[in-house]
């Protein structure tokens, strides 16, 4: 049996989990070897990693992009 553990939390997911994939420059944001900049310089890899998260953290880090795209929205 395995054990899945949410990334944000630590905590066991039980039944259904939000795997979802983040770019490796936006993760690893410590670590800048390999990464390239487009011509506005905004960082880009073009490589994502992927993260398993359990319905609450997933819930809160969803509201979280979705706010602060309202923000940035014109």
Do not use: W
Not at 41 to 56: E, F, H, P
Request: net charge neutral.
């Amino acid at each position: 049996m395995t054990i899945r553990l949410c990334d944000c939390c630590k905590k066991e997911i039980h039944g259904t989990s939000m795997p979802i994939e983040i770019p490796c420059h936006i993760m690893r944001s410590e670590d800048l070897s390999g990464v390239c900049i487009d011509s506005e310089g905004n960082r880009m890899s073009g490589r994502y990693d992927k993260i398993d998260l359990c319905n609450k953290c997933s819930n809160d880090v969803f509201i979280a992009a979705f706010l602060r795209m309202k923000q940035l929205t014109v």
